[in-house]
């Protein structure tokens, strides 16, 4: 039995002398408040949230501040992510009249005094401020807060995923890792023996990997759920398809043509795309585009309606064509995407409608 130490060094940890945490085996913790600021400066800054309509025009300004504390530790690999922070937006406001003549601009500022990680599945509160609160001051006010705050709160859930992954630790998780050891520097004979003995088959398995990840760099996924309802086909589709409907279900603004070839644009904005195939009460087939999505990137949306029996719909949804990635490279869109579709729209048609089984 060797003596204690004297074991094989591949299987001893111990710290190395050019100083490279292997693995990220020991713990390790990356300051992470600088790199806050600037992402949710680049997230939240120049936001147009209304631009017209109901003669009103609303937009975010630039971050003020962000304070607080954010950092991300990882130990043997594993991302821990810790943060309590407070931001506060400025944003601006102007009312006009029929004829486009300014009533009205005012300042103010959106106040999220508490996002951290022990909440990071739950929207932090966001408070909407303005400076004049007379009749006009608060008619911005409350249009900044019910077309702002679901367009801040996505934002924030970009950086709460963004923390999750490794913030700016990611990098350095994905590339502090010992390279493979040259053919050369082999601690015993046998050692490099054996790379040589298997060097044919690993340059007939090298392209295959390749592809592999060439595949996963490209990754998209398909979104596939069943739905069932309790009322009529043709009524699912006029709800599907009707944008009065869908602010009242959403709590947000949407525009929605209901001829093929026509667009739309939902929650706020946050999605926008074009009918492809429209069946009254039976089909609908639409191009979705996220605005987090990276350019140039669009999945298509097929839902199935079908009434096996009188009263009750089932919704067959196919979501093609979902990135892995979103623009900022948080590998959570397939995830979010999915949950959209059944809390944000099935759910809230059962709940709102009356719909429920």
């Known amino acids: 039995m060797a003596k204690y ?17 292997v693995h990220n085996w020991h713990w390790s913790e990356t300051d992470c408040l600088e790199w806050s600021r600037n992402l949710l400066t680049k997230l939240l800054s120049d936001l147009t949230l209304l631009d017209g309509e109901g003669n009103l025009f609303v937009r975010t300004k630039k971050v003020e501040k962000v304070d607080g504390e954010a950092y991300v530790n990882i ?21 006009r009249d029929s004829d486009g003549k300014s009533l009205l601009k005012v300042d103010g500022t959106v106040e999220i005094p508490y996002i951290a990680d022990e909440n990071a599945d739950e929207d ?35 950086f709460v995923e963004s923390m999750a992954r490794g913030g700016p630790a990611r990098e350095d998780l994905e590339t502090k ?12 004979p046998a050692e490099a023996a054996a790379p040589a003995a298997a060097g044919k088959k690993e340059v007939a398995a090298a392209p295959e990997k390749k592809e592999v990840k ?25 709800i599907l398809m009707d944008e009065n409907r869908w602010k009242g279900f959403t709590q947000s603004n949407a525009r929605i043509s209901k001829e093929v070839g026509g667009e739309f644009s939902i929650f706020d904005g ?14 609908i087939v639409q191009q979705w585009r996220f ?10 949306v097929k839902l199935t309606l079908d009434e096996p029996e009188s009263g ?32 944000l729209i099935f759910n809230k048609i059962r709940a709102v409608f009356g719909f429920g089984i």
């Open 5 to 21: 130490g004297e074991g094989d060094k591949r299987w001893i940890v111990e710290e190395r002398s050019d100083g490279t945490n």
């Open 270 to 283: 946050s999605v926008t795309g074009r009918n492809v195939e429209l069946q009254e009460g039976k089909l």
């Open 75 to 95: 130990r043997k690999g594993k991302i821990i992510p810790g943060y309590e922070i407070s931001v506060v937006l400025a944003w601006e406001g102007e009312a």
């Open 177 to 188: 890792k010992v390279a493979p050891i040259p053919k050369n520097q082999t601690s015993s």
């Open 214 to 238: 060439k595949k996963k760099k490209e990754g998209f996924k398909t979104i596939s759920m069943t739905e069932k309802f309790s009322c009529r086909a043709r009524d699912m589709y006029e």
């Open 124 to 158: 932090p509160e966001v408070k909407v401020l303005v400076k004049d609160d007379g009749p006009i001051g608060r008619r911005l006010k409350e249009a900044m807060g019910s077309r702002g705050k679901p367009v801040i709160l996505e934002k924030v859930r970009v």
């Open 291 to 300: 605005g987090s999505w990276p350019d140039g990137i669009h999945s298509t």
């Open 312 to 343: 009750l719909t089932v919704v067959k949804l196919t979501h093609t064509d979902v990135p892995e990635e979103d623009r900022y490279g948080n590998a959570t869109v397939v995830e979010n995407t999915e949950r959209g579709w059944r809390d």
